[in-house]
């Protein structure tokens, strides 16, 4: 079946350093791929996607490439900030059921100033 | 902006209480779906919806049941509460026809005593 998996946290990190969550999924045929975001005290909401292979998706100057050939979709950020402190999840999407979305763990980061 | 939300951010029950968790979403969206979270084990898929009236059983069913008797509105049932039950349950909902792009509520955490 369908499986993602992601670095455990949590992750501790000083403002403005390089952010790497890893994420790497098993699944059949070609899924979306996405990252959620969880802020404290709130659900979770959709940071960025990819649909197909080789796609990059971004924002909020959080990146991730849709890699196929290693399965992978790690999420990445070139300055962080206190303001990003908050638990990454990494999802997939596959078709033919219902559009359920298989999610990994979750990653919690903290960012100290 | 979409907007899904659930009728309590905080639920205190005693075990072999009946206990219903309400979510209303304004988007017309079709699909509709439940999970718990928990540490570590990120989110689980309880009950989705995909039509008025129609349900399907996720990958934790048990001891939960559920009802959408009107498109923007979908409730979760406990029949008889139990400790193991304590969890922070979301609520998301979906377009058919979107990349699997779910959005989702703030939330109710549930304990159960």
């Known amino acids: 079946g369908n499986s993602v998996t992601q670095m455990e946290g949590p992750v501790t990190l000083s403002e403005e350093a390089f952010l790497t969550i890893n994420c790497t999924y098993t699944?059949?045929?070609?899924?979306?791929l996405f990252w959620y975001v969880q802020y404290p005290g709130e659900g979770l909401q959709l940071l960025l996607k990819?649909?197909?292979?080789?796609d990059k998706g971004s924002n909020k100057g959080f990146e991730a490439t849709y890699r196929k050939e290693t399965t992978s979709f790690h999420l990445e950020k070139g300055s962080v900030q206190v303001s990003d402190s908050a638990v990454y999840f990494c999802?997939?999407?596959?078709?033919?059921?219902?559009?359920?979305?298989?999610f990994g763990t979750g990653t919690k980061l903290q960012v100290i100033p | 902006d979409v907007k899904v939300t659930q009728s309590s951010r905080y639920l205190v029950k005693r075990t072999g209480e009946k206990v219903f968790l309400e979510c209303v979403q304004d988007?017309?969206?079709?699909?509709m779906f439940w999970y718990r979270q928990d540490p570590g084990l990120g989110l689980r898929l309880i009950y989705f919806?995909?039509?008025?009236?129609?349900?399907e059983k996720g990958d934790i069913p048990e001891g939960y049941s559920v009802s959408r008797e009107k498109k923007e509105r979908f409730s979760l049932i406990l029949e008889s509460a139990s400790t193991n039950q304590t969890s922070m349950y979301l609520c998301?909902?979906?377009?058919?026809?979107?990349?699997?792009?779910?959005?989702f509520g703030p939330g109710t955490r549930l304990t159960v005593t």
């Open positions: 998301a909902s979906s377009y058919q026809g979107g990349a699997y792009e779910q959005y």
């Open positions: 699944a059949t045929g070609y899924p979306s």
């Open positions: 990819a649909t197909k292979a080789d």
């Open positions: 999802a997939l999407g596959k078709s033919g059921g219902y559009q359920k979305v298989t």
């Open positions: 988007m017309d969206h079709e699909n």
């Open positions: 919806s995909y039509d008025v009236k129609m349900k």
